[in-house]
């Protein structure tokens, strides 16, 4: 098979087709492999994309859609894809997979990048190191209410209940302010730098209806909770959400999954992707308690200007001063300041 490995260039819209059209049909593709996420980094972010693709005989085999991140805070990375949970090649074919690999290595070469990140749900290469610090949470759900309510345990379920005697109610959003407003004073809580309003209405702009905002509130339409989902194929995958300090008494976190999961079976969804989470945290523990049971995921590095891989999250013990004072500085501060920092953490 002749294969040639090709780059998506902005503003490509009948390769962008291309592109996405592949990306539906490959097994190994995810909601994060399409082909709007290059924009997405290139306008929101302002880091610079290299989006592959390998071609036979006029057709995509495969794709590896990579971002290159260069923070003076976190290092030069280059990697499929920042933002992301799920990456690395999706392809036709072990030939495709292992072009687009090379291709990879050779531009993290020519970009000087201290190393090469690929988020794998499958292990390819057992000689790289691996980073095995996250898990993901996938199961599937039918089409009928109670049974669904029926398979998540009886204390969870007993919370999501709860939800529902308070009388909360769930809505889609046009917009994300209200989503917005929740989960920018979550994050703060819990002392991490907030993405900014206009990453969120970028993702709506570009993923139009694949992408959705449900917002819980009490009877009186009072914002306790949300969450922002993307949906592939027969797939929803819950990917942002927060909360009001309030939600916990009111079980307005758990009522919201219910309802998102609820709403998403009617629609014809089959697969409830609660997302990745870090082995040992109160979210672990959270989708555990649904039913969910953890599978690995499989970060895969190529080392070429450090001895370790990278441990850029709050798990780190050097992160934690840090954290406790981002806490306690003003909500407009951090709002403002807080996106030029996640931009670097990719």
Request: hydrophobic fraction near 40%; proline fraction near 5%; charged fraction near 25%.
């Amino acid at each position: 098979m002749m294969l040639t490995v090709k780059r998506l260039l902005p503003q490509d819209d009948d390769g962008a087709r291309r592109w996405d059209a592949f990306v539906l049909a490959c097994p190994q593709a995810t909601f994060f492999h399409r082909a709007g996420w290059q924009d997405i980094l290139r306008t929101v972010f302002r880091h610079d994309s290299h989006f592959l693709y390998a071609e036979s005989e006029g057709h995509i085999v495969g794709v590896l859609p990579l971002g290159h991140v260069n923070s003076r805070l976190f290092g030069n990375a280059l990697v499929s894809l920042p933002f992301a949970v799920y990456g690395g090649v999706a392809a036709s074919s072990p030939q495709a997979a292992e072009a687009l690999e090379r291709e990879a290595q050779k531009l993290a070469e020519q970009l000087g990048v201290d190393h090469l990140e690929m988020r794998n749900v499958q292990r390819r290469h057992e000689d790289w190191p691996l980073q095995d610090l996250y898990v993901t949470f996938r199961k599937a759900i039918g089409p009928e209410d109670e049974a669904n309510m029926l398979a998540i345990p009886r204390k969870q379920r007993a919370m999501v209940r709860k939800g529902i005697k308070n009388g909360l109610v769930s809505v889609i959003d046009a917009d994300v302010d209200r989503f917005f407003a929740l989960y920018s004073d979550n994050v703060h809580r819990h002392g991490t730098p907030a993405f900014s309003r206009r990453y969120f209405q970028a993702l709506q702009k570009t993923f139009g209806a694949d992408c959705e905002v449900l917002v819980v509130t009490t009877a009186e339409g009072r914002p306790l909770s949300g969450v922002l989902s993307f949906y592939f194929r027969d797939e929803v995958l819950p990917y942002y959400a927060g909360d009001d300090e309030a939600a916990r008494d009111l079980a307005a976190n758990d009522f919201k999954y219910w309802e998102l999961m609820r709403r998403a079976a009617a629609r014809g969804i089959r697969v409830f992707d609660y997302g990745r989470s870090k082995q040992g945290t109160g979210s672990f523990a959270f989708k555990r308690n649904w039913g969910f049971e953890p599978q690995p995921l499989h970060y895969e590095y190529r080392l070429y200007k450090r001895e370790a891989i990278p441990q850029n999250n709050p798990s780190n013990a050097k992160y934690q001063f840090v954290i406790r004072t981002w806490r306690r500085l003003p909500r407009a501060l951090v709002n403002m300041v807080g996106p030029h920092i996640v931009r670097s953490l990719g």
